[in-house]
């Protein structure tokens, strides 16, 4: 470790629950998350010497790793874009033993219902606003894009999102 850098037992203890839900509001699955959350922070351990603020905040880099590990999952397992939600079979209802309650409350399971309906990169970004609290310029060094267009693209999927499900869902966003 660098001298002055903070034990990696603390940027896991700060770090985990956000990079959970943002996982998890990418897959919509608790044991597959709780899977590649570990291992997300397994490479994170592994790399942390290699670490520079400098160049990204802990948040980022941590981000980084946990999007790149997504995208491997999706083409890795072959998982699908979209859930068709008109088959009771397939709608995803949140476990009532997620630990972190993200999705406990009415409005919460209607918005896990709606990110069903989102792609991957859709609820990526929603993820990363809602889930993480990134500010613009932070996702934007995630994505590689500017501020401005890390808004836009909020801005069209929220759109997207009202017309999905009608206004009172995202009325509050």
């Known amino acids: ?19 959970y839900n943002f996982v998890y509001g990418q897959l919509l699955n608790r044991e597959q998350t709780e899977d ?13 010497d290699s670490f520079d603020p400098s160049h990204a905040s802990m948040r980022t880099w941590l981000t ?32 009532y033993e997620d630990k972190y ?3 406990q409350q009415d409005m919460q399971k209607e918005v896990s219902r709606l990110l069903a309906k989102l792609s991957p990169s859709e609820r990526e ?6 889930f993480e609290n990134m500010k613009n310029e932070e996702i934007g060094a995630v994505l590689g894009i500017n501020a401005k267009a ?12 009202r017309k ?3 206004n009172a869902t995202f009325d509050s966003l």
């Open 1 to 19: 470790m660098a001298p002055g850098r903070e034990p990696f037992e603390a940027v896991y203890e700060e770090h985990f629950k956000n990079i």
């Open 36 to 48: 590649l959350v570990s291992d997300i922070f397994i490479k994170a351990y592994t790399h942390y």
């Open 64 to 95: 980084n790793i946990a999007r790149n590990s997504v995208i491997d999952t999706y083409r890795k397992n072959a998982i699908r874009n979209f859930v068709s939600l008109d088959d009771e079979e397939n709608a995803v209802e949140p476990s």
């Open 101 to 103: 309650d993200i999705y």
């Open 125 to 130: 970004l929603l993820g990363m606003i809602y």
């Open 150 to 161: 890390v808004s836009e693209r909020h801005r069209r999927l929220l759109a997207k999102c």
């Open 164 to 166: 999905l499900e009608g």
